[in-house]
């Protein structure tokens, strides 16, 4: 990979706006939205009162009386609805828009990210641009937001497949994917927990779940892991992974990585430990795949 790439895509963006925006969103998100000092942010999850996940999300905080939530896209729309369903006697207002996204990764990420902050306020650009860095899980870099972005000049556009792989093997959950409505939080992992959760916030819809089981140690059903594929086959999302004859999970996310490589998500049983080597099913097909810890090297082959 070179030093600095960009990832491009799109993000769902949810507007909450009015007196009562913050405090309503303190009850909804899992972390402190009302810490949030005008122009912070942090990630978040959006629960089911049972504490499965609606949504995992990043919440903005622009002014006294507006935050803004960019999910991945396509779940702007679920994030709205249910943020919907409690409103009740609020001043409030929700809307959502599609906007463009940059992800820069890399060592460079920093500096090109405030070329672009700074070019965009010299030239009087309208429309607001949002900024951030982000932690692929040892992966730095900054995403970008706005309604209409390029990338800066010179920066490697990786292609939606190598976007993929690189997503997959730094354990970065998708929407959909490895994250929906029959996923708790901490199967996703530990850290997805840390980064987005406060536990010393007070009350939140979906709290009971997420601290009993962090009281546990979080010894989840399941564990979010890789796989690496054996052998020149990349199987088609929804794999069985078979551990001792037994199912144990199925492939989430796939991805080429080579010629003759591929890597993968899943969550397995917590009986299937890393290193552990796997038997991969799917109509047609079967490969051998070996059980890994997140992240994995890039390169690393089955």
């Known amino acids: ?26 009850g909804q998100l899992s972390a402190d939205v009302a810490a949030l000092a005008v122009g912070d942010r942090t990630w978040s999850l959006l629960l089911e009162p049972q504490g499965r996940i609606d949504a995992w ?85 900054v995403d970008l937001l706005a309604a209409e972005l390029t990338v800066p000049a010179g920066v490697e556009v990786l292609d939606d497949a190598a976007a ?8 970065w959950p998708a929407m959909g994917s490895e994250l929906d409505d029959t996923v708790i939080p901490a199967e996703a ?12 916030k007070g009350c939140y819809t979906g709290q009971e779940l997420v601290a009993r089981v962090d009281s546990r140690g979080s010894n989840t059903p399941r564990r ?9 086959v990349v199987p088609p999302v929804g794999t069985e992974v078979l551990s001792d004859g037994q199912a144990r999970g199925s492939l989430s996310s796939v991805a080429a990585t080579g010629a003759d490589s591929a890597v993968a998500l899943s969550l397995l049983h917590r009986s299937v430990e890393a290193g552990d080597r796997v038997e991969l099913r799917w109509p047609g097909g079967s490969a051998s795949g070996l059980v890994r810890e997140l992240p994995v090297d890039h ?3 089955a």
């Open 1 to 26: 990979m070179s030093p600095t790439v960009a990832l491009v895509g799109e993000r769902d963006v949810v507007s909450v706006s009015g007196a009562d925006a913050v405090t309503y969103l303190q």
């Open 57 to 141: 999300l990043r919440v903005w905080r622009t002014d006294e009386q507006r935050l803004l939530l960019d999910v991945d896209p396509g779940w702007g729309d679920r994030v709205e609805s249910r943020l919907r369903r409690f409103l009740l006697r609020v001043d409030v207002t929700i809307g959502v828009e599609r906007w463009a996204w940059v992800g820069l990764r890399g060592p460079g990420a920093a500096l090109i990210a405030a070329a672009v902050v700074a070019d965009r306020s010299a030239a009087a650009t309208t429309g607001e641009l949002l900024s951030a860095p982000v932690d692929w899980r040892g992966l730095e870099g």
């Open 164 to 171: 993929e792989a690189l997503r997959i093997s730094c354990g």
């Open 189 to 200: 992992g530990v850290w997805l927990v840390e980064a987005s959760v406060s536990f010393t």
């Open 224 to 232: 979010l892991r890789a796989v690496l594929v054996e052998g020149p």
């Open 299 to 301: 390169g690393e082959r």
